[in-house]
């Protein structure tokens, strides 16, 4: 069992607590797991959080054979340390190491690691209401090679960081732009899984959105570029009426694991829910667009831009679906809802 250092207090840690933003804040430990290729993950460890040595021929540095995973753990009214479907995540890390050539931890380990990791830093988990502990599981090819091909020795590593709201505006509505030059997947790609050099990929047209006002990027299909994909780092949802509709995942999209959350929630609250081709023709006739991922849970949408026009939602403030989708999900988060889907994870 871990004992924690004598300097190391499970009591609050002394920050800011009230103005949390998306940005790393280091904390005390972080998780450690190698193996060697061709071989099975089998005992990790914790360690005093800190820069870790690579050598410069590292797999992960030179061909990015990495991936990596976002959850988070939430502090609850009654002391009680939510996790959100952590088991997910460790299936997502599998199907993706598949893709890239890697070994990686069971569910079991995944899951177990996930969890000492977030109880040896249990001081920095946000009180309730105020955020939530991101955790940031990695999978890299850490072992030295100089020709291309798959790395000797692969590392899992966890750290943590609490967080606040994801983009600025918290639940105020975000303002995308339809990316039709550069993409961010293609047929038979990498799109689809979370490695790490789809998002060095996404940088340029993010910046460009960016210094024009916007909040980021709405990506459509490579091939016809006329179905909608996924914005950066989350999906997408378009409502008309009582129909949410959403991309289908068919390689070229993250499969979120808040979009399939937000799917079931939707359905059993009465809505039609279809995942399917999305044109960016019904972009202009929806009632309603929201965003969602892990780290921003759902974001509104106020205005997309496509080919210099501007369409926008809600002039009356934030969609009733999305702020209803909202509370549903994070309600059952943050512990605050029966979990009838067994989906919360209870640590503690
Ligand atoms: C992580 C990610 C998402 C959202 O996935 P969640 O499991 O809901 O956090 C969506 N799109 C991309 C490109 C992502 O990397």
Redesign the pocket.
């Known amino acids: 069992m871990f004992n924690f250092g004598s300097d190391v207090k499970p009591e609050l840690a002394d920050i800011d607590w009230d103005n949390l933003g998306f940005g790393f804040m280091p904390t005390d430990y972080m998780y450690i797991m190698k193996c060697s290729q061709g071989e099975n993950f089998s005992k990790g460890e914790l360690q005093r959080f800190g820069n870790i040595e690579l050598s410069p021929s590292a797999g992960i540095l030179n061909y990015g054979q990495g991936l990596f995973e ?1 959850l988070k753990a939430y502090r609850k009214y009654d002391g009680n340390i939510l996790l959100f479907r952590p088991e997910e995540n460790a299936f997502r890390l599998r199907m993706g190491a598949e893709r890239m050539c890697m070994p990686s931890p069971t569910v079991e380990q995944f899951v177990e690691a996930v969890k000492e990791t977030v109880l040896a830093n249990e001081r920095w988990i946000p009180p309730p209401g105020k955020g939530s502990l991101y955790i940031r599981p990695l999978l890299m090819g850490s072992g030295a090679v100089l020709g291309l091909a798959p790395a000797p020795e692969y590392t899992f590593l966890i750290y943590v960081s609490p967080v606040g709201n994801y983009f600025k505006e918290g639940l105020a509505p975000i303002h995308l732009i339809v990316e039709t030059e550069m993409h961010r997947a293609t047929p038979g790609g990498t799109g689809g899984v ?1 490695t790490i050099g ?1 998002y060095a990929a996404v940088l340029k047209a993010q910046s460009a959105a960016k210094a024009k006002g916007f909040s980021d990027v709405l990506y459509l299909d490579s091939a016809q570029k006329r179905y909608l994909e ?1 914005v ?4 997408v949802f378009v409502v008309k009426g009582n129909v949410i509709s959403t991309p289908a995942i068919k390689g070229t999209i ?1 499969p ?4 399939k959350s937000i799917i079931d929630v939707a359905i059993s609250q009465g809505y039609q829910v279809e995942e399917r081709l999305v044109t960016v023709e019904e972009l202009l006739d929806a009632d309603e667009v929201f965003c ?4 921003v849970v759902i974001s509104p949408v106020g205005s997309i831009t496509y080919l210099g026009k501007r369409v926008t939602y809600g002039s009356t403030g934030v969609g009733l679906v999305s702020q209803q989708l909202y509370s549903a999900l994070t309600s059952l988060q943050m512990g605050l809802t029966e979990d009838k889907m067994d989906w919360i994870v209870v640590l503690k």
């Open positions: 976002g979370k789809n996924e950066s780092s989350c999906n993250l979120g694991i808040t979009r969602t991922g892990t780290a």
